[in-house]
């Protein structure tokens, strides 16, 4: 109830005393508002026979009260007091009634608000509750009930001792026990990483973030709990779908290309027409080939099956070496291709790979640049940090997807709509493998304009 | 003449690795009579785990030609080259040359 309308209500409940002693109450509602209307026989007092008094009523409650008096003729005193008693006694069962009445309304749309809100609450499959400043439970939904008791959390204390009881049921209780109480010290965002249930190879998300006051203070935090087991295993059986067909393609692989090499000798008895049909037999062969190695490398790196082979490297030789490699493709479209190398410091880092993220981006400018444009690459150390800048004048990738091209499998509509060849796999190799470095890798771009990639490499102290 | 057991599941590779081991000018090896010199197997089929377990840690050395990196555990033993398919023919030869180096024809 509304402080208002309990407010409204005491003043009513104390005007239908006050009719008991003085006077009928008669209690009306108008438009939606209640009110009251008391015969005043202490009006009497004043000099008045009759006088009617009544409440005005303003945003809810009393906010004055009025009074008519009228002068009588003949009325008997006796009969005044008999009304007056009668009236007092209607007024009373009256106000009591709409005061019940007030009552009842009230409780109902407080019941109703509070369904509404646990039926908001319980509708998600997430568990989720509010937790005041110590972390204890203020709320929580159905959901975060059931997946406690699942997780055979204890049913009392604070969130933050509930979660951490439970630590030696799961994989990584170590790592688990560390962040709970980083989580319990800090004030900032936070999510809590996934954590696997041993033994059922259930395993849940959770999320946490604060709750703050007007003030930017800690009031609290909201705590939700999802399993994500089905999730898990669709990206397994995603995985593992990727890694059979990468495999299965090599046994096919091998006999076209075996036999293809076989051919060589052969190649002299065919006209020039075989032979030129020979070539892109080669050349798709040699692009099957390639992909199947970047399916296979792409599983070994999220396997974290890829070990780096550390040494001190030069860089600019690298990516002079890249884009040598890159000139003659580059020279056929008409696309100039240049090095600037300017005090490139020493990182060590593993040849192969960075060979490979550089060999990717540069030969990715290449692709997405017609003739008469231009590809840069640039090294240069900027905050200790080695940095390798590959700019094109390119096709460029709309805005809206500059965040999923480093997705695996993802493709530009830019680069699709040209039917230009690729398999969304390269930026995602490159990250990885520049991330395994310790470095960062960012794309930016403009659709007509060009596509500017960034490669920072952390350098040896 | 040295004399080299296939132990393939794919009809198609089987005839690319037979030709390639007779243009080397070695024989292949037919049926459980013959004597081998050196095994060229895909570790992740039947026959290739059959081949494995009939000669045991003390048989000629193997050259594994498989669809799974060698990350994969599947090499046995006795393996002295292991080649991710679609490895060319040449290197193929290479390994088999370098197999008899390391042990000599019984």
């Known amino acids: ?461 | 003449m040295p004399c080299v057991l296939v132990a393939e599941p794919d009809a198609d590779v089987r005839q690319l690795l037979e030709l390639t081991i007779r243009r080397l000018g070695y024989e292949v090896a037919t049926g459980e009579s013959s004597e081998v010199d050196a095994v060229l197997l895909e570790p992740a089929c039947a026959a290739g785990q059959s081949v494995v377990r009939r000669f045991g840690d003390n048989g000629p050395p193997v050259v594994c030609f498989s669809i799974y990196p060698r990350e994969e555990g599947l090499a046995p033993p006795a393996s002295v080259a292991y080649l991710l398919k679609p490895s060319s023919p040449v290197a193929i030869a290479e390994a088999l040359r370098d197999a008899f180096g390391v042990q000599p024809a019984i």
């Open chain 1, 1 to 461: 109830m509304s402080l208002a309308r309990r407010r409204f209500f005491l003043t009513s409940v104390a005007l239908c005393g006050l009719a008991v002693l003085w006077g009928v109450m008669i209690a009306f509602q108008w438009a939606g508002k209640l009110g009251t209307i008391t015969l005043a026989p202490w009006v009497a007092l004043l000099g008045f026979d009759l006088g009617v008094v009544g409440g005005f009523v303003g945003a809810g409650s009393m906010v004055g009260l009025w009074l008519v008096t009228a002068d009588l003729q003949g009325t008997a005193l006796d009969n005044v007091q008999i009304a007056v008693r009668v009236g007092s006694m209607v007024a009373l069962g009256v106000g009591a009634g709409f005061a019940g009445r007030l009552l009842r309304e009230s409780e109902r749309s407080q019941r109703s608000v509070a369904m509404l809100q646990t039926a908001l609450i319980d509708s998600t499959l997430d568990g989720i509750c509010l937790t005041d400043e110590h972390g204890e439970i203020l709320i929580s939904n159905r959901p975060l009930r059931r997946l406690s008791a699942e997780l055979g959390m204890p049913q009392s204390g604070s969130v933050p001792e509930r979660l951490l009881a439970i630590a030696d049921r799961l994989a990584e209780p170590e790592r688990y026990r560390s962040r709970m109480q980083e989580l319990a010290t800090t004030t900032g965002e936070a999510t809590l990483d996934e954590f696997e249930l041993v033994g059922s190879g259930r395993v849940f998300r959770g999320y946490t973030t604060p709750v703050r006051d007007p003030n930017g203070g800690l009031a609290g935090r909201v705590w939700t709990l999802r399993e994500v087991t089905a999730d898990r295993e669709l990206d397994r059986m995603r995985d593992a779908f990727v890694a059979t067909v990468s495999h299965e393609l090599r046994t096919p692989l091998t006999s076209i290309s075996g036999f293809l090499e076989m051919m060589h000798d052969e190649e002299e008895g065919l006209g020039e027409s075989g032979r030129r049909y020979l070539d892109v037999i080669r050349r798709s062969t040699q692009r099957l080939h390639l992909l199947v190695e970047d399916l296979l490398l792409i599983a070994q790196i999220e396997a974290k099956r890829v070990e780096l082979q550390l040494e001190p490297l030069d860089i600019s030789e690298l990516a002079e070496r890249s884009v040598e490699s890159i000139r003659p493709t580059a020279d056929e479209k008409g696309v100039a291709i240049s090095v600037v190398a300017e005090h490139a410091p020493a990182v060590r880092a593993d040849r192969a790979r960075i060979s490979q993220v550089l060999d990717n981006l540069v030969s990715n400018a290449v692709k997405f640049t017609d003739g008469g444009g231009e590809v840069r690459v640039q090294i240069d150390a900027e905050d200790g940090e080695l940095r390798i800048v590959v700019a094109d004048t390119g096709i460029g990738i709309p805005e809206e997807e500059q965040g999923q091209v480093f997705s695996r499998f993802f493709r530009a509509s830019t680069a699709t709509q040209q039917a230009i060849p690729g398999t969304g796999l390269g930026l995602a190799i490159s990250r990885a493998l520049v991330e395994q470095h310790g470095g960062r890798i960012a794309v930016s771009s403009r659709v007509g304009e060009g596509t500017r990639v960034t490669v920072a490499l952390p350098t040896t102290p």
